[in-house]
């Protein structure tokens, strides 16, 4: 069956589709290629840097992806790495569902994969998978509103994009702690924004133009949603009575926790993510051995004025 599929993506016309350079059939250096969605995003800029950073430092050659915020591309990417002749993959999947049979594919081509940040469930023979616990991270937003708002509060829940794993989980987090209070703290809106900025900030525009009254609280599944969000409260002249809090710990939102804008972010600690995956597969193709768990999450926290100290990329603030 391998051989079929292989022979199968040897068809795949590769120009264009990513920038490998000439591996060759199972070059003698040994090379892993590292997926993520989208180079667009912070997040993943800084995550790409860690995986190649450690795949240095571990003497390895590392090949980028940009999946560019398409699964298609990120399909095609995979498929042409797999016949370049890749010993090794760490993707972040666009969306889990769809990137799936690509990643079966490269498993079935003798390629380990090592999932990071976004879980592929649906797929047997996954080398590990190493990402926050997107549930707990969901949850510490949840406390942080019980915390702050002990009296109740309205909410506005901001989700990220449809498919995502990280987008279904911190919504679940975010629901087990506030669906157990629900006299007291109300879901007034809740849409997708996309994980995008832009939507962040018309999605709050149009929410906070059909309210009679703001929300005390906006909740954001990531960053840049929440920063839009910030955008939209400001223009309205309601940066005082609109709780914001976003989740990834980017520089940006650290900057504007610091300067009060934000209310506060989650930690999930990408850098660390990045470093763990890849030390999971260089030492998976250096002894052939699997990994002593094939499952490793990190607890998020979430960084406030009081815990700046505590976020990963602290250094980076301007």
């Known amino acids: 069956m391998a051989r079929a599929v292989k022979a199968l993506l040897a068809g795949v016309a590769l120009a ?37 950073d450690e795949g240095k430092a571990l003497g390895v050659k590392t090949v980028e992806s940009d999946g560019q915020n398409s ?13 370049q002749g890749v010993n090794g993959i760490v993707i972040s999947p666009l969306d889990v569902n769809a990137m799936a049979p690509a990643i ?11 999932t990071i940040d976004r879980r592929v469930a649906g797929v047997e023979g996954i080398l590990a998978h190493v990402g926050a616990d997107n549930v707990k991270g969901g949850e510490a937003q949840g406390q942080w509103v019980l915390e702050n ?11 990220g994009q449809p498919g995502a794993s990280p987008a279904i989980d ?13 006299e007291k703290y109300k879901f007034v ?16 525009e149009s929410l906070l133009a059909g309210m009679k009254s703001p929300p005390d609280v906006i909740v954001a599944a990531n960053d840049d949603m929440a920063l839009g969000a910030v955008e939209a409260v400001k223009a309205r002249g309601l940066a005082d009575k609109v709780k914001i809090i976003g989740f990834d710990a980017l520089p940006e939102a650290l900057a504007a926790v610091r300067d009060g804008a934000l209310a506060g972010t989650v930690e999930q600690f990408p850098g660390g993510q990045s470093r763990k995956a890849m030390q999971i597969m ?18 998020p926290i979430v960084i406030t004025k009081a815990n700046l100290d505590k976020a990963e990329r602290l250094s980076e603030l301007k």
């Open 170 to 182: 911190r919504n679940k987090g975010l629901h087990n702690v506030l669906d157990q209070h629900k």
């Open 71 to 83: 699964a298609p591309k990120q399909t095609a990417d995979i498929e042409a790495a797999v016949v």
């Open 282 to 299: 260089v030492e998976h193709l250096k002894t052939k051995k699997a990994p002593e768990s094939d499952l490793v999450l990190l607890t």
């Open 189 to 204: 809106a809740e849409q997708t924004a996309n994980f995008a900025r832009d939507q962040g900030l018309s999605v709050t």
């Open 149 to 159: 708002f002990p009296n109740g509060a309205t909410i506005v829940n901001l989700q």
């Open 16 to 52: 264009g589709v990513l920038s490998l350079g000439t591996i060759g059939a199972r070059a003698a250096e040994t090379t892993v290629m590292t997926s993520v969605p989208s180079l667009g995003f912070p997040f993943f800029v800084h995550m790409m840097k860690a995986l190649q």
């Open 104 to 114: 079966r594919t490269a498993i079935e081509n003798g390629v380990p994969v090592v």
